[in-house]
């Protein structure tokens, strides 16, 4: 599988932006997935998760209620919808599969990542 993120960009504090990460593959559906980001000299953080259905979604604190994980597994495609952005969302963003049909907020758990799209967020 192999995963491109789209999207990113430089925006102000309170805008909005959707990434999107286009999937390689005719299993797509049958993948978890995720979306990760990493801030300069920080911890790679849990940003989103989805399992194979869009049923299940999970989110930390951060963004719980102002970001969106969705996909559509005719085109392929996860989407990162983020609103209300706030500096501190400042980080690559990495869209991840799991070969699994469950959903996991552990970045160990997914086999497959993309190269990544930088989100700058000014104040």
């Known amino acids: 599988v192999q995963l491109v993120e789209s999207g990113g960009g430089l925006v102000q504090a309170g805008d909005s932006l959707r990434l999107s990460c286009a999937a390689s593959?005719?299993?797509?559906?049958?993948?978890?997935m995720g979306w990760f980001r990493q801030a300069p000299g920080k911890e790679r953080e849990f940003v989103a998760a989805?399992?194979?259905?869009?049923?299940?979604?999970y989110y930390p604190d951060s963004v719980q209620g102002r970001f969106t994980i969705s996909r559509d597994n005719a085109k392929n495609t996860v989407y990162l919808q983020m609103n209300s952005l706030k500096p501190e969302d400042t980080a690559t963003y990495y869209c991840?599969?799991?070969?699994?049909?469950?959903?996991?907020?552990?970045?160990?758990?997914?086999?497959?990542w993309g190269q990544g799209t930088q989100v700058t967020v000014s104040s």
């Open positions: 593959g005719r299993t797509f559906s049958r993948y978890a």
């Open positions: 989805i399992n194979w259905s869009g049923g299940m979604t």
């Open positions: 991840a599969a799991r070969a699994s049909t469950v959903v996991s907020v552990v970045g160990g758990t997914y086999n497959y």
